[in-house]
């Protein structure tokens, strides 16, 4: 079992930028592929971006290419998502998300592949 905390959302303008961290305890962090998803009003939770157990590799939603960047720092259990240009379409409840992998280059894009999940953390960008 692990247990995932989000934190970092908030209220910003159009063209801001916010950090979201997400803090995992109970398991060895290492040992988990780690995925930042969101989720609107009246829309299915999606996949924003994921990184392997290792960080060499991510994937990014179209939406977020060149303005989001996930990371990890497997010293102190937390994954990172930089926001940056922030739009009012970014607007939703920001979930990260965990599953123990062997492998440590895979990265898992599909919110079925994942079995442990944050709280949530609100992201608002006004225009």
């Known amino acids: 079992q692990v247990q995932l905390v989000e934190s970092g959302g908030g209220l910003v303008q159009a063209g801001g930028s916010l950090r979201l961290s997400c803090v995992a305890s109970g398991r060895t962090f290492s040992n988990y592929a780690m995925g930042w998803f969101r989720q609107a009003p009246g829309k299915e939770r999606a996949v924003v971006a994921a990184i392997s157990r290792s960080g060499d590799n991510t994937y990014y939603d179209d939406s977020a290419k060149s303005r989001f960047t996930i990371s990890r720092d497997n010293a102190k259990n937390t994954v990172y998502l930089q926001m940056n240009s922030l739009k009012p379409e970014d607007t939703a409840v920001y979930y990260c998300?965990?599953?123990?992998?062997?492998?440590?280059?895979?990265?898992?894009?599909?919110?079925?592949?994942?079995?442990?999940w944050g709280q949530g953390t609100q992201v608002t960008v006004s225009s």
């Open positions: 998300a965990a599953n123990r992998l062997y492998d440590g280059g895979t990265v898992l894009l599909q919110k079925y592949d994942y079995n442990y």
